[in-house]
Nanobody
Framework: QVQLVESGGGSVQPGGSLRLSCVASGIDFGITNMGWYRQAPGKQRELVAIILAGGTTNYTDSVKGRFAISGDNTKNTVYLQMNNLKPEDTAVYYC????????????WGQGTQVTVSS
């Protein structure tokens, strides 16, 4: 059974940092792309960062140079290090797992709130 559990969200002032964690049980990182998405009130869910099964990472332009995604296979955990946070980063952040082989199953975590405000 696949389960994704996020943690690490909270409230922080602009310029601050947070590290989100996603513990993924029942997932083989070797055949799964792991991503972080976010959804702000009234907006569509958007991809923030992704780490492919082969280790390649990619980021949406607005977070490049500030956020870093990484994975620890020994802990079945994916991280999102967020630095120099801005008010526009405020959103619910979701962990996403998508298998790279048929049936290309996809799973979501429950989300964790990040609020950036002075």
């Amino acid at each position: 059974q696949v389960q994704l559990v996020e943690s690490g969200g909270g409230s922080v002032q602009p310029g601050g940092s947070l590290r989100l964690s996603c513990v993924a049980s029942g997932i083989d990182f070797g055949i799964t792309n792991m991503g972080w998405y976010r959804q702000a009130p009234g907006k569509q869910r958007e991809l923030v960062a992704i780490i492919l099964a082969g280790g390649t990472t990619n980021y949406t332009d607005s977070v490049k140079g500030r956020f870093a995604i990484s994975g620890d296979n020994t802990k079945n955990t994916v991280y999102l290090q967020m630095n120099n946070l801005k008010p526009e980063d405020t959103a619910v952040y979701y962990c996403d797992a998508r298998k790279t082989i048929w049936p290309y199953s996809r799973y979501w975590g429950q989300g964790t709130q990040v609020t950036v405000s002075s």
